[in-house]
């Protein structure tokens, strides 16, 4: 069974930085899209960044310039290395991936940003 299982989240001081992982277990296979999403306090929930399977990265114009996705595919591991993290970068991330045949979220981390 796949799990998406994200962590590195927290609160941090405006101008920080956080990096968060997302790990998949199980046998993931056929990716064709991977990708961090955010649900801010109140809204819905947002895209962030995402890649293809052959590694092209567009990130939402909000965060362009401080986010940088990766990802490990030894180790079925995506990051999302967020700086001068501000407070409307609040929210719960999640990671998602699409496959050819299924798509899953992980379960969401907390991101919290004090001004």
């Known amino acids: 069974q796949v799990q998406l299982v994200e962590s590195g989240g927290g609160l941090v001081q405006a101008g920080g930085s956080l990096k968060l992982t997302c790990v998949g277990s199980?046998?993931?296979?056929?990716?064709?899209?991977m990708g961090w999403y955010r649900q801010p306090p109140g809204k819905q929930r947002e895209l962030v960044a995402t890649m293809t399977s052959g590694g092209t990265i567009n990130y939402a114009d909000s965060v362009k310039g401080r986010f940088t996705m990766s990802r490990d595919d030894a180790n079925n591991n995506v990051y999302l290395q967020m700086n001068s993290l501000q407070p409307e970068d609040t929210g719960v991330y999640y990671c998602?991936?699409?496959?050819?045949?299924?798509?899953?979220w992980g379960q969401g981390t907390q991101v919290t940003v004090s001004s």
């Open positions: 998602y991936v699409l496959t050819t045949w299924n798509n899953y």
């Open positions: 199980g046998t993931i296979i056929s990716i064709n899209f």
